[in-house]
């Protein structure tokens, strides 16, 4: 089995910063994709970044592309969400999640999911 853990979420500003930590344990990513969703009171779970583990490619969502940077620390089997300008429309848990192989922006199509982390951007 996998585990993930999220952290780092928090409180902020609107244009402020925070920068969520997925750390990943039980076995190797190498031919994982890693995908970070979030899911508001009352919406669905939406995509908002993906990576693939081993080539670092990377997809974003319309909504965060040029705000949010998606990346991964092979050493310590963490993927991170640099997220910037937040937005008070970004408040939500956010999720990470893995798949094998390839990216997918749907969240049905992940196997392993983290607890989530509160996110909170006050206007």
């Known amino acids: 089995q996998v585990q993930l853990v999220e952290s780092g979420g928090g409180l902020v500003q609107a244009g402020g910063s925070l920068r969520l930590s997925c750390a990943a344990s039980?076995?190797?990513?190498?031919?994982?994709?890693m995908g970070w969703f979030r899911q508001a009171p009352g919406k669905e779970r939406e995509f908002v970044a993906a990576?693939?583990?081993?080539?670092?490619?990377?997809y974003y969502a319309d909504s965060v592309k040029g705000r949010f940077t998606i990346s991964r620390d092979n050493a310590k089997n963490t993927v991170y969400l640099q997220m910037n300008s937040l937005k008070p429309e970004d408040t939500a848990v956010y999720y990470c999640?893995?798949?094998?192989?390839?990216?997918?922006?749907?969240?049905?199509?992940?196997?392993?999911w983290g607890q989530g982390t509160q996110v909170t951007v006050s206007s």
């Open positions: 990576i693939k583990w081993s080539s670092g490619i990377t």
């Open positions: 039980g076995r190797t990513f190498s031919s994982y994709a």
């Open positions: 999640a893995a798949r094998r192989y390839s990216y997918s922006p749907n969240p049905g199509e992940y196997d392993y």
